[in-house]
């Protein structure tokens, strides 16, 4: 668990994975939808812990929809 594996031409330092989350604290994330100095910081720590492979998860690329805590985005998407 603690050896380093490869995923393709990737080396990961152990088997210790954190999986995706949603993290939409208002902490975390921009208006816009993008990681925050304070989200980004929250995943840097995570890796300085010892997570091997950090999958951050759901996050805005791009702004045609605003971050929103409900389903009213997915309402909108096959417009």
């Known amino acids: ?3 380093p594996m490869k ?3 990737m080396e990961v330092k152990n088997h210790i994975v954190m999986t995706a989350m949603g ?3 208002k902490r975390l994330v921009n208006h816009d939808g993008s ?3 304070d989200g980004i910081d929250y995943f840097v720590e995570r890796a ?3 997570t091997g492979l950090i ?3 759901a996050i805005q690329v791009q702004s045609m929809f605003e971050v929103s ?11």
């Open 35 to 37: 990681y925050s100095n």
């Open 23 to 25: 993290i939409h604290s």
């Open 55 to 57: 999958v951050t998860g």
């Open 7 to 9: 995923i393709g031409n």
């Open 69 to 79: 805590h409900d389903d009213t985005n997915i309402a909108r998407a096959g417009q």
């Open 1 to 3: 668990m603690f050896k």
């Open 48 to 50: 300085k812990g010892g």
